[in-house]
C-alpha cells in the first residue's frame, strides 16, 4: 500500500512538468542599441555619462587639493627648521653640560616621533648634541653600539 500511494505522490508531482512547453522564443535584449537608440534609454545614458564626468571633476579637484596640502605641509616643516637649529644650537651651547647619558629616553622620543625628520635637523642635533654627550660619558662605547640602526630609511634607536 505504501509503494502505491508513493507512485500516485510521484505521479501527481511529475504531470504539471509534463504539462509545461518550452518557451518558443527567448528574447535577447541589445544593450548598447536600446541605450543609444530609445528615449529612456538616451535618458539613462546621459545621466550616466554626467555622473562619470561629476566623479572625475571631484577627484580631479580632490588631487588638486592633496597636492596643496602636501605642499603646505612640506613648507610649514621647512619653515620650523630655523625654530629647531635654534634649539639644537640652546642645548649644544648652554645646556650640554648638564645633559649627560641619562637624558637619551628623552632623545630617544624626539628621533622616534620624527620631531627631527628632516635630514639637516637631525644632523646638527647629532653632531652638535649627542656626539659631544656621548665623548663626555665614561659608557660612551656601550653606548654607541647600541643606539643606531638606519631601517628602511627611518631612525631608531635600539632598546
Not at 83 to 105: N, Q, R, S, T, W
Not at 137 to 143: L, M, V, Y
Amino acid at each position: 500500500m505504501k509503494k502505491f500511494l508513493v507512485s500516485i505522490a510521484v505521479a501527481a508531482l511529475a504531470a504539471p512538468m509534463f504539462a509545461q512547453t518550452t518557451p518558443a522564443r527567448v528574447a535577447v535584449i541589445d544593450v548598447n542599441k536600446v541605450l543609444t537608440q530609445s528615449t529612456a534609454g538616451k535618458a539613462a545614458y546621459e545621466k550616466l555619462k554626467k555622473m562619470q564626468d561629476d566623479r572625475m571633476e571631484r577627484a580631479k579637484s580632490m588631487d588638486e587639493e592633496l597636492k596643496k596640502l602636501n605642499s603646505d605641509i612640506e613648507t610649514k616643516r621647512l619653515s620650523l627648521s630655523e625654530d629647531k637649529l635654534a634649539g639644537i644650537l640652546i642645548l649644544a651651547e648652554h645646556l650640554l653640560v648638564e645633559v649627560g647619558v641619562e637624558d637619551l629616553p628623552a632623545f630617544r622620543a624626539l628621533l622616534s616621533d620624527r620631531h627631527l625628520g628632516d635630514w639637516s635637523s637631525c644632523d646638527w642635533f647629532c653632531v652638535k648634541v649627542l656626539g659631544p654627550m656621548l665623548v663626555r660619558s665614561p659608557e660612551r662605547e656601550r653606548i654607541a653600539e647600541r643606539l643606531w640602526i638606519v631601517d628602511e630609511q627611518r631612525v631608531r634607536i635600539r632598546e
